[in-house]
């Protein structure tokens, strides 16, 4: 699942949901918010998969206030489902949207989001099996 961010950093790039731990926030708490807020769908950290910790620096920064950028660390999760399902974009994407790595060279995704991708599980979904 990718979104089209609509703020920055990475403003008009596709990119996978995430999201900022709070300040006295359990990393399962956060996940379970993030996921549900960016993507209304709900799950548990228990039922995700680590795949790495990645380190991000961008020129910008969310408020577009100039002379800094951004640093962040990231930890990337993978969720399995057994297939797509609807979801809801939040304020942060125009839109939210599920692709498989035969479209990636058509859409615009970000560096730092083809890294996770590039990281992922392969899985097939009912359909996929059934076919």
Request: charged letters at 20%; a neutral charge; hydrophobic letters at 35%.
């Given at each position: 699942?990718?979104?089209?961010?609509?703020?920055?950093?990475?403003?008009?790039?596709?990119?996978?949901?995430?999201?900022?731990?709070?300040?006295?926030?359990?990393?399962?708490?956060?996940?379970?918010?993030i996921l549900a807020t960016e993507t209304?769908?709900?799950?548990?950290?228990?039922?995700?998969?680590?795949?790495?910790?990645?380190?991000?620096?961008?020129?910008?920064?969310?408020?577009?206030?100039?002379?800094?950028?951004?640093?962040?660390?990231?930890?990337?999760?993978?969720?399995?489902?057994?297939?797509?399902?609807?979801?809801?974009?939040?304020?942060?994407?125009?839109?939210?949207?599920?692709?498989?790595?035969?479209?990636?060279?058509?859409?615009?995704?970000?560096?730092?989001?083809?890294?996770?991708?590039?990281?992922?599980?392969?899985?097939?979904?009912?359909?996929e099996k059934q076919q």
């Open positions: 699942m990718l979104g089209l961010r609509k703020n920055n950093p990475a403003h008009g790039f596709y990119f996978v949901p995430g999201g900022r731990i709070r300040k006295g926030e359990t990393l399962s708490d956060a996940f379970e918010r209304s769908l709900t799950s548990t950290i228990k039922e995700a998969r680590l795949i790495g910790v990645y380190e991000h620096f961008y020129e910008t920064n969310w408020k577009n206030a100039p002379g800094f950028g951004t640093h962040y660390i990231c930890l990337a999760y993978e969720l399995y489902l057994p297939e797509r399902i609807d979801v809801t974009a939040d304020t942060q994407h125009s839109e939210l949207i599920w692709a498989s790595p035969s479209e990636f060279d058509r859409l615009r995704i970000h560096p730092y989001s083809l890294a996770y991708l590039a990281t992922g599980t392969p899985r097939k979904t009912q359909n």
